[in-house]
T-cell receptor, first 116, second 114 residues
Framework: DSGVTQTPKHLITATGQRVTLRCSPRSGDLSVYWYQQSLDQGLQFLIHYYNGEERAKGNILERFSAQQFPDLHSELNLSSLELGDSALYFC???????????????FGEGSRLTVL | AQTVTQSQPEMSVQEAETVTLSCTYDTSENNYYLFWYKQPPSRQMILVIRQEAYKQQNATENRFSVNFQKAAKSFSLKISDSQLGDTAMYFCAFMKPNDYKLSFGAGTTVTVRA
């Protein structure tokens, strides 16, 4: 158990809909990352939040947005869903203390999104 | 942008034998982190081993060890005494310090046969 909790584990929805994926990082971790794993694109970095602030963006579509709340949990919002958005979405957290990063990310079990 | 290449889509190994997974990467950075992550059928990403580029000594974690060749930009993973529980997809990943973005390879599926 990595200590990172993601909900829901599975989600099936229709094209055009909107969903929210939730992530609770490990206790004490200030950084939260979102990754997308799909068959055609592999594992891709989406976005990084540190202590409530966006730190870096990767290949995240404009239809997607994220935020990190004061209690450090994060949500990834996916809207106007398309068939190609079907993927496994991972949240990860890391220990960042005093700006020092060990380089190790702790991943949740992922949220499997299926768009029909 | 950093690219990570895993040239072996699938590998099969007999239980108790040794298997080596290859990984190469492309970067102009001098300092960085390299990782091997394991993704079993349960799909959770589990860190197997981590290497810091400025350390010449190869990292080892129990039955898992790496061969880090910085000049060749190569980072292979050796699994010794393979166990059935090692069956998983293995991803090589690269990270620049202060960047915190992992760049993953395409993965190698390892099947351990009884």
């Amino acid at each position: 158990d990595s200590g990172v909790t993601q909900t829901p584990k599975h989600l099936i929805t229709a094209t055009g809909q909107r969903v929210t994926l939730r992530c609770s990082p490990r206790s004490g971790d200030l950084s939260v990352y979102w990754y997308q794993q799909s068959l055609d694109q592999g594992l891709q970095f989406l976005i990084h939040y540190y202590n409530g602030e966006e730190r870096a963006k990767g290949n995240i579509l404009e239809r997607f947005s994220a935020q990190q709340f004061p209690d450090l949990h994060s949500e990834l919002n996916l809207s106007s869903l398309e068939l190609g958005d079907s993927a496994l979405y991972f949240c990860a957290s890391s220990q960042t203390s005093g700006g020092h990063h060990t380089g190790e990310l702790f991943f949740g079990e992922g949220s499997r999104l299926t768009v029909l | 942008a950093q690219t990570v290449t895993q040239s072996q889509p699938e590998m099969s190994v007999q239980e108790a034998e040794t298997v080596t997974l290859s990984c190469t990467y492309d970067t102009s950075e001098n300092n960085y982190y390299l990782f091997w992550y394991k993704q079993p059928p349960s799909r959770q990403m589990i860190l197997v081993i981590r290497q810091e580029a400025y350390k010449q000594q190869n990292a080892t974690e129990n039955r898992f060890s790496v061969n880090f060749q910085k000049a060749a930009k190569s980072f292979s993973l050796k699994i010794s005494d393979s166990q059935l529980g090692d069956t998983a997809m293995y991803f090589c990943a690269f990270m620049k310090p202060n960047d915190y973005k992992l760049s993953f390879g395409a993965g190698t599926t390892v099947t351990v046969r009884a």
